[in-house]
C-alpha cells in the first residue's frame, strides 16, 4: 500500500514523485494537497482500511498550484464535496494562467506538456486562505506563508502537536536538505526569509512533500542542521 501512518492520525500517501498526507480524526479527513498519479487509488484504499466514506474528507488544503500537487483536486472534489482552499497569490496557477519568467520557464513548460499528458481538469477554490489565518480543522491548523518555490506557497501547522507540513519549501532527502530544483522556483528571493519563519517557529516535527521515510523529528533535525547554521 501507499499510504502509511506517520503519527497518530497523519497519514502520508505517496504516489508519482510527491507526497500528500491525510489528517484523520473522528469529526473529519483533511486533505493536504490531492497528490499526483496513483494518489485516488491510495486514498481509496486508506478509505476502505479505516472504514470512512468519500464524503467525510471535508476539505483539501492547497500548498502550492503546481500539478504534482492539485493534479486530482477535480476528482477528490467530485466524489466528497470537499471544500477546496488555496491562496489568492497562487491563484493563476491553479488556473494555468501562471507567466512564468527567466529559468522557472522550464517549470511552465513541464506543467503545460503533463496537464495536456495526464488530462488535468480544472477546478475553482472554494475558499481563498491566506498566511497567519487558522483554519478550525484538525485541532486547529495555521496557515503559514512560505514563498520561495511560488509566491503563494504555504505550509500548515499544527500548534497543538507541533507538526509543520512545509509542502515544497524545500526538499528533505538524507543529506540532502536542500530548495527546489532552481527551474522549478518562480520566486527564489524569498527562500531566506521562509527559512527564518520555520526556524522561528521551531516545529518539533517536518513533513514535507518531497522527502525519504525520514520521522518527523529526523526531517526537522535535518533541517536545521542544513539551515540554522547558515544563519550564523
Not at 61 to 73: A, E, P, R, S
Not at 79 to 108: E, N, P, W
Request: glycine share 8%; aromatic share 12%.
Amino acid at each position: 500500500m501507499k499510504y502509511r501512518e506517520v503519527e497518530p492520525g497523519v497519514y502520508q500517501i505517496q504516489s508519482f514523485m510527491v507526497k500528500s498526507y491525510a489528517l484523520v480524526n473522528s469529526e473529519a479527513i483533511v486533505l493536504i494537497d490531492s497528490g499526483f498519479l496513483g494518489a485516488i487509488s491510495s486514498v481509496d484504499r486508506l478509505l476502505n482500511e479505516l472504514g470512512r466514506e468519500w464524503n467525510d474528507i471535508k476539505a483539501i488544503l492547497l500548498t502550492h498550484g503546481h500539478l504534482d500537487h492539485i493534479h486530482n483536486v477535480a476528482e477528490i472534489k467530485k466524489r466528497s464535496g470537499a471544500c477546496v482552499m488555496g491562496t489568492r497569490l497562487d491563484k493563476d496557477h491553479f488556473a494555468q494562467r501562471y507567466r512564468y519568467k527567466g529559468m522557472s520557464r522550464i517549470c511552465g513548460i513541464l506543467e503545460f506538456l503533463g496537464r495536456l499528458l495526464f488530462r488535468f481538469r480544472s477546478f475553482s477554490l472554494d475558499r481563498e486562505i491566506a498566511s497567519g489565518q487558522s483554519l478550525e480543522l484538525w485541532e486547529g491548523l495555521e496557515v503559514t506563508g512560505l514563498p520561495g518555490h511560488t509566491l503563494g506557497h504555504v505550509g500548515f501547522y499544527n500548534k497543538s502537536q507541533n507538526i509543520l507540513f512545509s509542502g515544497d519549501s524545500h526538499a528533505n532527502f538524507g543529506l540532502r536538505v536542500m530548495r527546489p530544483w532552481p527551474w522549478l522556483n518562480s520566486c527564489p528571493r524569498y527562500f531566506p526569509s521562509s527559512y527564518d519563519k520555520i526556524l522561528s517557529l521551531k516545529p518539533g516535527k517536518i513533513y514535507a512533500n518531497h522527502s525519504d521515510r525520514a520521522s518527523g523529528e529526523q526531517q526537522m533535525n535535518r533541517f536545521w542542521k542544513a539551515f540554522c547554521r547558515k544563519r550564523r
